[in-house]
Structures are given as structure tokens and as C-alpha cells.
């Protein structure tokens, strides 16, 4: 989250929304998180604040946290009447335990109304916030809003591209991490890069199937 808003603070004006009043306040007074990505100094305009009316006044809700806690987040959107007008973009890759869902299907299940969009990598926080050139997807399936959102949060560093396949983006969000470590596993048993490409090229074949 931290990493995202730095980056797209190039282009907007950001507001975190959070729970720990401590990481808070050093971010509104001192630019910097002190959990997470501590030797940056974020820009001015990122502050924080731990309302949801402050929703109500933006023109993109970004949801960045553990899958485990979108429900609860959807719940509070709905529940604290944020406009269904402010696009949703959902960040967080995985499926939810006990359901089996993806991001975008609990927020419907709960009846979010706001369009849904979603923003998958590869990309690495410490690399993107350092400047490092990274692409990143978006998914959604209203183009106009799409192609907006793209040229708005699109940085001369950090390219977001779109496309229409919401489910397919998050399925590729969540297995790749599963790829990755296998991969691992495999470096570390120094099977050799032979096989780790021949598991990369069959991961890729069953997750398209």
C-alpha cells in the first residue's frame, strides 16, 4: 500500500486509510512508515487518516490488504454509503479461505455496487518505490473507465496496462505466487534452471487450462 501510494503520488493527491494510529501519524508528520519501507520518505501529499468519510471525497478507493480482511472492508464501503459513482480498484491477490472467492467476488456477494477493477503485478514494492521500471495489469470491464484509469495512474517508470479479463487476472495473481514458490523449492533442491523453466512452462499451460 505504501509502496503503490508513493507511486501513484506522482499523478494524485493520496489518502491512506488505517487502523494503527502510530504508522499514521508518522506518515502524516514525518512521510515515513515505519513498519514497512522505512528508509523512504514518502511525498507530502500521501496523508493518512482513519475514517471512511474521507471516502466520500475521492475520486478512486484503492482496497490493499490481506484477502482475509476485503470482506470487512467491503462491509464498512457499504455500510458507510461511500458513492456508488468511485470506481473500486482491488489489490489484493489471492482467494479467500474459507470461501474459495476472489476479491471481486466477495465484494459482490456482499453488494458492493461501485465498479470493480483489479490491479495485479509482478512487481516488488522496494523496486517500484525506488523508481525501478515495472508494468503492472488492470483489469475491468467498462473500457472507457478503463482506458482512463490506465493514462491517470500510468507513470514514465510504472506502466499500467488493461484489459477486460477481471477473473483471469486475479487467477494469474494468486497461482503465480504459488509458481514462485515452487521455483524456490526447486532452486533451493539444485535441480537446475532447466527445470525450474520446465516448471515455469508447465505452470503456465495448467493455469491457462
Partial sequence: GSALSEVFSENIDIIMLGLDYETMESINNKHINPKCLCDVRLRSNIKCRCDYDCCHDVDLIFVVTPV????????????????????VIMCSKGIENETCKFTTEIAEELGLKNKLFVLSG????????AGMPASVSLAGDDKGLLDML??????????????????????????????????????????????????????IEEIGD
Fill in 150 to 203: 490506465v493514462s491517470k495512474l500510468s507513470t514514465k517508470k510504472f506502466k499500467v496496462a488493461g484489459n477486460d479479463d477481471i477473473i483471469g487476472t486475479q487467477i494469474c495473481g494468486a497461482m503465480k505466487n504459488v509458481l514462485a514458490v515452487m521455483c524456490g523449492a526447486f532452486l533451493g533442491a539444485e535441480l537446475g534452471k532447466s527445470a525450474v523453466s520446465m516448471l515455469i512452462t508447465k505452470a
Fill in 68 to 87: 482475509s480482511a476485503v470482506r470487512v472492508v467491503c462491509k464498512n464501503l457499504i455500510e458507510n454509503k461511500v458513492p456508488e459513482d468511485i470506481p
Fill in 122 to 129: 509482478p512487481s516488488f514494492a522496494h523496486e517500484i518505490i
